[in-house]
Every structure is written in structure tokens, then in C-alpha cells.
């Protein structure tokens, strides 16, 4: 069965960088799109990016651009959220997913399978 397994969280202070991992299995992802999600106590999850596994090409919330980059490494199934820059209100849990097809979603429902989250701390 499709397993997402997330790692790379941690506490970092203002202005510090993370990157998480997401390590994908039990099928073929090519024809998939990988997102990133986040959410914080209390609050809705929020989109944050997505990569379509086979091309590359990226999409990312207004609040993370220019700050955080998501990649995807094709031999080791992993795809990375680079984060650059954190803020305080960057306070979350983050889940990875992944979405059948080719088009974009910014709507958590709309994905298909989801890891179990990592924590990102960021104190101010």
C-alpha cells in the first residue's frame, strides 16, 4: 500500500532553515502530484506547495514564495520541502501527500494519501 513517511521536523528559531523529507512507497509516482500541507493548532490546513512528480514544475502559497522550495528526487522516491527564512507563524504540523493526476489542487480533501506529519517549531 502507498506509505508517506515524513521526517526533518524540529525547533528552529526565526530566520532558520529546515528541510523536510518525505519518503514515498508502494507505487509508482509519475503520475502523481506530491504536495505539502501544514497546520497549526486550531487552525485549518493550509496549502503550502506541490510538485508534479514527472515534470517538476511547482506551485506554492503566496506566503512561502521566494522562501521555500520544494524538489523531488526520482532514484531515492523522496520528495524535500527546503524552508528558508521561517517565521513564527510558520508554527505547524507538516504533512506530505499525494494527489493522483496531473492537475493542481491547493485543497487538502482533494488528495489521496497523506504521511503522518512532522513537527516544525519556529520561536521567535
Known amino acids: 500500500q502507498v506509505q508517506l513517511v515524513e521526517s526533518g521536523g524540529g525547533l528552529v528559531q526565526a530566520g532558520g532553515s529546515l528541510r523536510l523529507s518525505c519518503k514515498a512507497s508502494?507505487?509508482?509516482?509519475?503520475?502523481?502530484?506530491m504536495g505539502w500541507f501544514r497546520q497549526a493548532p486550531g487552525k485549518e490546513r493550509e496549502f503550502v506547495a506541490a510538485?508534479?512528480?514527472?515534470?517538476?514544475?511547482?506551485n506554492y502559497a503566496d506566503s512561502v514564495k521566494g522562501r521555500f522550495t520544494i524538489s523531488r528526487d526520482n532514484a531515492k522516491n523522496t520528495v524535500y520541502l527546503q524552508m528558508n527564512s521561517l517565521k513564527p507563524e510558520g508554527t505547524a504540523v507538516y504533512y506530505c501527500?499525494?494527489?493522483?493526476?496531473?492537475?493542481?489542487?491547493?485543497?487538502?480533501?482533494?488528495?489521496?494519501?497523506w504521511g503522518q506529519g512532522t513537527q516544525v517549531t519556529v520561536s521567535s
Open positions: 508502494g507505487r509508482t509516482f509519475s503520475s502523481y502530484i
Open positions: 501527500a499525494a494527489r493522483r493526476g496531473f492537475s493542481w489542487s491547493r485543497v487538502w480533501i482533494e488528495y489521496d494519501y
Open positions: 510538485i508534479r512528480w514527472s515534470a517538476g514544475s511547482t
